[in-house]
């Protein structure tokens, strides 16, 4: 069924402009009406499918509700907020972003005042408490991150224990044998952070079903303690031949402490991470890693809030779907004999 959006693009405007010309709300040039028009009755658009959209008076704006903690590496969240603001923008819709502290009270300042269509929750907690407002307000929302309770929410995220099996199985396919794993800081995990835990945990099982020695800590999220951290990690396991990091700030900063140290990858030491391809390019990353997806993330989490406001049939009930991981190999871990012992 060709909905608004599909008039949109086709047309080359934003869903808002469409409705604006089908509702006569707005006045629009001569030019871009004839262009709707036409789009309207090549794709066989017809009124009544686009009467659910002018039917609710939307505001073609939707809420992204996130937090920039203080103790936290900036640029790891800023990679989840321009895929969703790319995505709403092709879906022509305009962002609102909220980072509002208290962000229960927000959802309600802003879904009662209907401000906007629906909400994108990021830096989602096991137990967030943003969720109880989210199921009261009248808006739609959908969570990109995985609570401990997912009823009757639309919910996207990496599926994080998978990552961590596959990066575990790629150095166990290279012999390595005793391995240092680098978790976010454990102030995240205080805060609810479940794909801390779900990564952390996955790994240390899995290498536990090989017979792997992993040494599992909880790293650092600010200069110059990632370093120092890094540093006494390698010191206090010297026969460690591979590095797993789960934690943004920390691999940001590897390639530098790595090259003080006189480490070479993957001669001295194989490394393997967690990231996206946007993130690896902005700080020059040169590591095996399991992609974070968040572009799918964004894209997928906006299409099915888009869904769920215009009341589509194809949004069905609500869903918690996982991102398959990618793992993307970079030529950072080399084969290992059991025998070899590596001095940093």
């Known amino acids: 069924m060709t909905t608004i959006g599909d008039v949109a693009r086709h047309a080359g405007v934003s869903r808002s402009t469409v409705s604006y010309a089908l509702s006569g709300k707005r006045t629009i040039s001569a030019e871009t009406r004839e262009r709707i028009e036409r789009a309207v009755a090549e794709l066989g658009f017809t009124p009544n499918a686009g009467a659910r959209a002018l039917k609710t008076s939307q505001t073609m704006v939707l809420g992204l509700l996130l937090q920039f903690h203080a103790d936290e590496f900036a640029p790891a969240m800023l990679q989840y907020v321009l895929p969703v603001s790319q995505a709403a923008r092709a879906e022509g819709y305009d962002i609102l972003m909220v980072t509002d502290p208290d962000g229960p009270r927000a959802i309600h300042r802003i879904g009662d005042s209907d401000m906007v269509d629906g909400f994108v929750l990021l830096d989602v907690t096991a137990d967030d408490p943003r969720i109880p407002s989210l199921r009261e307000v009248r808006q739609p929302g959908v969570l990109i991150g995985l609570p401990r309770d997912t009823r009757e929410l639309d919910v996207i995220d990496l599926d994080f224990g998978e990552a961590a099996r596959m990066l575990v199985d790629h150095l166990h396919e290279r012999g390595h044998r005793e391995i240092v794993l680098v978790s976010p800081p454990h102030h995240v995990v205080e805060r609810g952070g479940s794909y801390v835990w779900r990564f952390r945990d996955a790994a240390v099982e899995r290498a536990a079903r090989y017979g792997l020695q992993i040494h599992a800590y909880y790293g650092e ?31 940001a900063a590897l390639p530098g402490i790595l090259r003080d140290r006189g480490v070479r990858v993957p001669d001295d030491l194989s490394v393997v991470s967690l990231y996206s391809r946007d993130f690896g390019e902005e700080f020059s990353l040169p590591f095996t890693a399991v992609e974070s997806a968040a572009d799918e993330l964004g894209r997928s989490g906006v299409a099915q809030l888009v869904r769920r406001i215009t009341r589509s049939p194809d949004a069905g009930p609500p869903v918690a779907r996982f991102v398959a991981p990618v793992l993307r190999d970079r030529g950072s871990t080399r084969p290992i004999d059991a025998t070899r012992s590596t001095a940093h």
């Open 221 to 251: 999220s600010r200069s110059p303690v990632i370093g120092q951290s890094v540093n006494a990690l390698l010191d206090a396991h010297p026969r460690a031949t591979a590095l797993v990091v789960h934690n943004d700030a920390t691999i």
